[in-house]
């Protein structure tokens, strides 16, 4: 069924709603992005009755947290304000301030550090109090115990001051989540909400074993989180499950995951959104696209055509990004995929190639000194182009104005030998018969890369026969690269096309990013964002979402799938890929965060009438 529409601001007018999540000011993951993006569509329904709560890293916080610096003197009563400087009164390093993002929420942020010296009594009664057990050697165990018994003082001061409201706590995944059992046992007056947005266990096991979702109803969930050593934080993280008073997680996918791995039925699902004005370029972002296109022509001429040339007006960009989770991210079924694409490329005898980037992070311990003299020597061709560009301008210019006819002078003449020669001596030395590397930094193990072995076994290594040309770059894209040079934001529009055909994605921002930008995206019916388009979106394919069919499908099935999606849009002409983003673009807003917060309210109401 479709999001309802957002329901009237002030829906909750006597109550106060805390969101508690390692990643406020604290950017990990993708937790990360389900909070900051959602805050502006959450302000204008709680205003200062909303506050957010985190761990306090000073070199993460810095750059997007703005404290109070004197709330001794500070004037404000509300029960935060009150709450904080309680806690401080008593000793406690709790910082109180502003989250530097749009809406610019209220954020209180606590060290988990400070109650470091206290680590074996919080254990000890972590173990009798709730049988969670902890190890010695785990350090973000420790702050994850700290700071949930950090949370938990907090909340008792918060209601200690609470003026007839009612205190609503949402705590998302099991980092924050292990203060819910203290909160319970010491009958706080709180209404709580747990998020799992992924269950620890089924991202481990989904990793090890390609049959995870036939086998998921048959695991002992204990036993598996012994094998993978993650016991401690499985039991935090069903502890919280259990101690809530409403369950939830992000898609219908990970329902089934919770009653087997956590023992319970989600109450909801909270599927997540984005906020859709700041990806908004109007008429603009078909232009976008163009500019952003050509600064990734400006890589594949210097990774490319010291080889070998071909024709960038037919060449299209697909790229994946996430994770290095081979199996999960389906980089394994992309990989299959591009390398029949490639051969029925070839066989058709058609013109253009794709170049397929792959965006992920892995250890490396340079840029590819290569790939780097690659460009550096473009760069000077280009100086030498420009050069002469500049000198011909000028005597073409004097030529014209002398001119007693009208005919085009002979261009090539206008040239000095210096630059005649500095052209030739450049190319000849920038030329080589060596193939396009595939993979732009030195990897610390590359014998053992997943991605790369494929390459290898496939053949596909950047020949010049080959049609789909690979560029395996592991390290995020940034402005200070000096390879890409962009924001990832940038990057995405001056591709064609997104490719996220996951196995095991609870959520997956990724082709939602995509589709905010207006550049289309497949993802899979495994993905909490392709089973909700499927569910929620008529026709998602005109829309730009393609959705690959991965449940009770055969590897080689949906392999097959995924193959003709692209060969389909690699037949497309420009016209209607600029028509295909269009639609892409114009529909966005089905996932913006003004219309699915209605989710979460729910799930509020539901907590305030169950406790």
């Not at 810095?62 to 709330?71: A, I, K, M, N």
């Not at 702050?143 to 001051?161: C, D, M, P, R, Y």
């Not at 760069?379 to 030529?399: D, K, M, S």
């Not at 930094?441 to 790369?452: A, G, P, Y």
Request: proline letters at 5%; aromatic letters at 12%; one cysteine or more.
């Amino acid at each position: 069924m479709h999001a309802p529409a957002a329901p009237t601001e002030a829906l909750f007018p006597d109550s106060l709603l805390v969101e508690v999540a390692w990643e406020v000011c604290n950017q990990v993951g993708g937790i990360y992005t389900v909070i900051r993006s959602k805050v502006p569509a959450t302000m204008p329904a709680w205003g200062n009755r909303y506050c957010l709560v985190g761990p306090y890293f000073p070199q993460m916080a810095q750059g997007e947290f703005e404290s109070v610096d004197d709330l001794d003197v500070h004037t404000g009563s509300d029960p935060v304000t009150a709450a904080v400087r309680s806690m401080r009164a008593q000793g406690y390093d709790v910082c109180l301030g502003t989250w530097l993002v749009t809406g610019r929420p209220r954020v209180v942020l606590i060290n988990p550090f400070q109650t470091y010296d206290r680590l074996p009594q919080l254990k000890t009664d972590l173990w009798q109090r709730h049988g969670i057990p902890s190890p010695d050697n785990d350090d973000l165990l420790h702050q994850v115990i700290s700071f949930g018994h950090l949370t938990t003082i907090f909340f008792k001061h918060l209601t200690a001051h609470l003026r007839g409201q009612r205190l609503l706590a949402h705590f998302h995944e099991w980092m924050t989540g292990v203060a819910i059992p203290d909160l319970r046992r010491e009958q706080v007056p709180a209404h709580i909400v747990f998020t799992t947005h992924a269950t620890l266990l089924g991202r481990y096991l989904a990793m090890n074993d390609p049959a995870f979702y036939d086998n998921l109803m048959r695991v002992d969930w204990q036993a598996e989180a012994k094998h993978f050593n993650i016991e401690p934080a499985v039991q935090m993280e069903r502890a919280a499950a259990h101690g809530s008073h409403v369950f939830t997680t992000v898609s219908e996918l990970t329902v089934r995951e919770c009653i087997y791995l956590l023992d319970r039925m989600p109450d909801a699902v909270l599927p997540n959104g984005l906020n859709i004005e700041r990806f908004v370029a109007l008429h603009e972002f078909q232009n976008l696209h163009q500019q952003y296109k050509s600064r990734i022509n400006d890589f594949v001429m210097a990774h490319f055509f010291q080889s070998y040339s071909f024709d960038l007006d037919k060449t299209l960009y697909f790229f994946t990004s996430g994770r290095y989770e081979y199996h999960n991210k389906g980089f394994d079924l992309t990989l299959e995929a591009l390398a029949r694409l490639n051969y029925r490329i070839q066989q058709s005898g058609m013109d253009g190639q794709v170049v397929m980037f792959f965006i992920t992070k892995r250890p490396f311990t340079s840029i590819n000194p290569q790939v780097l003299e690659r460009r550096a020597q473009l760069e000077e061709v280009r100086e030498t182009c420009r050069a002469i560009e500049e000198q011909v301008g000028e005597r073409l210019f004097f030529a014209a104005a002398a001119s007693q006819d009208h005919k085009l002078p002979d261009l090539s003449s206008m040239v000095d030998d210096y630059w005649r020669l500095r052209y030739r001596r450049q190319l000849q030395s920038w030329k080589t018969s060596a193939l396009p590397p595939v993979v732009t930094h030195n990897l610390v193990n590359d014998h053992n890369d997943d991605i790369l072995n494929f390459l290898r076994r496939s053949e596909l290594l950047n020949h010049r026969h080959d049609r789909v040309k690979m560029v395996y770059h592991p390290d995020f894209v940034s402005p200070a690269s000096p390879l890409l040079g962009m924001e990832y934001g940038q990057f995405v529009r001056g591709c064609h096309l997104g490719v996220f055909p996951s196995y095991y994605e609870p959520w997956g921002y990724t082709p939602l990013e995509c589709v905010a930008r207006g550049v289309p995206a497949i993802t899979s019916d495994l993905s909490g964002f392709g089973d909700y388009a499927l569910q929620n979106v008529p026709d998602p394919e005109q829309k730009g979402i393609f959705v690959v069919h991965r449940q009770e499908k055969s590897f080689d099935e949906s392999a097959e799938e995924l193959t003709d999606m692209m060969w389909e849009f690699v037949q497309m002409n420009r016209r209607e890929r600029i028509m295909q983003r269009n639609a892409v673009e114009s529909h966005a807003e089905l996932f913006d965060w003004k219309n699915l917060r209605v989710y979460y309210d729910r799930a509020y109401s539901l907590a305030l009438a169950r406790s």
